[in-house]
């Protein structure tokens, strides 16, 4: 009895220091308290945290997740346990909350660095399922391979009854290693495997589409070198026909070896050498003839070699070819080939040199500067519209038949024409009167021949040649030689500058 009167008397005792010492922050323990910390830890934390119970609250929680997770007591509550045993009780509050501040920044400073290594700790995580998930499905591929190839192995029947190899399975089943148990994987780990998964099946089943697969009604040609010898000679034939020159070409080179097998210049073609490329290996079929023939390249030529010549093909070949010069395209060549020849005399005749060299007659002379006297003054540089004028066509690049001259756009057709008698002389007018040759507005398309005879009055604006003007000297067509002025007018031009006629006002 007097043992318990003592327990009381010293628990009331204790009760009544601890009211006096921490009388001002019991409500706050009582709180945490019912929170489910310990006094003790509730304590320690109202301290360490200024008598903040939320701040308090919060370091506990992240003391009991340390614990919890690490096995480590929380750093907070650490630092903050001894102040328990700080040398005078009636003091103590006053030195805890000097030291209490101190340890909030310590607590603010851990609580970040916590949240930093959870986030590293999350992420790394995440990668390292990511790489087991695609391993994993790499190796569910494999295996599923191997089950395939164990399962058509094991359809075959055993008819060796040998116990030795059911030995040796048993024996190798019993040294496979027991899988290890797959921990649980999160849903971006598992869709991430099967994303690999569906790749990898992807690769290995898919293969390359085709035009048969992707076209299936698109018919491609056969290849030209896998018809037969016959139906290459033909279409390489009918390519090259509106190409004299080649045509000509080709015809001489398999006429020499024909009449010749044996000699071997007849039967090397040097493709560097200026006529072949001038004339020949440029042109569409032409070379590609000579292949059927037989021909092989051979660093830059092309040999006949002696035991391959076929006087079959030969024939062939002769024959198409003189067969193709009985047509229209052939012949329309030869005559574009005639008139750039005679192009090419004019130009020579140019009043820019011609004037100077020899053999030019007094007469000839007189009728140049006459028609140059008809002509205006040339503006001076700046004004007026630049006229060119070329003889043929402009890929035949004919050496001097290029001229050029500065006109006003109240100047007119004549005025033109006397300038082009000035520097290539009378015949050329007079072709150009007589509808042989026709000079052409090169800006319009379809080309569209000028009526010199007509519209010799007119001014280079109102036919369409200012503020610049592009003409040319061409073979005429066989409408135009007749008289049809109407050539090309089912084709709609349009007029060109202001103040231009149409083109159904000119015709």
């Known amino acids: 009895m007097v043992f318990k009167r003592l327990i009381s008397a010293a628990t009331s005792a204790s009760n009544a220091v601890s009211s006096a010492i921490y009388g001002e922050n019991m409500e706050q323990i009582r709180q945490l308290e019912s929170m489910g910390f310990s006094a003790d830890r509730a304590r320690h934390a109202l301290n360490a945290t200024d008598n903040n119970v939320e701040r308090a609250a919060e370091l506990l929680l992240l003391g009991a997740a340390g614990e919890n997770d690490n096995g480590d007591v929380n750093v907070a509550i650490q630092v903050a346990a001894p102040l328990r045993l700080n040398g005078n009780r009636g003091n103590a509050n006053n030195n805890t909350r000097s030291e209490g501040q101190h340890v909030a920044a310590h607590n603010d400073e851990q609580i970040r660095r916590a949240i930093e290594e959870s986030l590293m700790v999350n992420q790394a995580e995440e990668n390292r399922q990511l790489c087991q998930a695609e391993v994993a499905s790499l190796n569910n591929n494999t295996d599923a391979v191997r089950r395939k190839n164990a399962s058509s192995a094991a359809e075959v029947v055993d008819l060796t009854n040998d116990d030795d190899g059911d030995d040796a399975n048993k024996q190798r089943a019993k040294q496979k290693k027991p899988k290890k148990k797959q921990q649980p994987r999160s849903a971006a780990a598992v869709n991430a495997g099967k994303a690999a998964a569906a790749r990898t099946n992807n690769n290995l089943t898919t293969s390359k589409a085709t035009l048969d697969h992707t076209h299936p009604n698109v018919k491609i040609p056969e290849k030209l070198q896998n018809k037969s010898k016959e139906e290459q000679i033909m279409r390489c034939v009918n390519r090259v026909k509106p190409h004299v020159m080649a045509v000509d070409t080709l015809l001489r080179v398999l006429t020499s070896v024909r009449s010749s097998p044996s000699t071997v210049k007849f039967r090397t073609i040097d493709r560097s050498n200026a006529n072949y490329v001038a004339h020949v290996r440029d042109k569409p079929g032409a070379e590609d003839l000579l292949l059927a023939m037989n021909y092989r390249r051979v660093q830059n030529e092309l040999r006949l070699e002696k035991h391959l010549v076929d006087d079959a093909l030969l024939y062939l070949g002769i024959s198409a070819l003189e067969q193709m010069r009985e047509s229209e395209e052939y012949k329309e060549g030869k005559k574009w080939r005639a008139f750039h020849a005679e192009m090419r005399r004019v130009a020579t005749q140019s009043g820019s040199h011609a004037m100077q060299q020899d053999g030019m007659t007094a007469n000839e002379t007189d009728v140049r500067l006459e028609f140059l006297s008809k002509c205006p003054k040339e503006p001076p540089e700046g004004r007026g519209a630049v006229m060119n004028v070329y003889l043929g066509e402009e890929n035949e690049k004919i050496e001097g038949g290029y001229a050029s001259r ?83 007018l089912d084709v709609h031009g349009s007029a060109r500058g202001l103040g231009a006629a149409s083109r159904l006002m000119l015709h």
Request: hydrophobic share 30%; glycine share 12%.
């Open 406 to 488: 500065r006109f006003d756009g109240d100047d007119t057709l004549d005025d033109a024409m006397n300038w082009l008698g000035g520097c290539y002389g009378r015949e050329l007018l007079d072709k150009i009167k007589t509808r042989e040759w026709c000079l052409c507005d090169l800006n319009r398309y379809p080309k569209l021949p000028l009526d010199v005879e007509k519209h010799g009055n007119k001014t280079l604006q109102y036919l369409g040649l200012f503020p610049s003007g592009k003409m040319g000297v061409r073979l005429s067509e066989d409408s135009w030689k007749d008289g049809d002025d109407a050539v090309g």
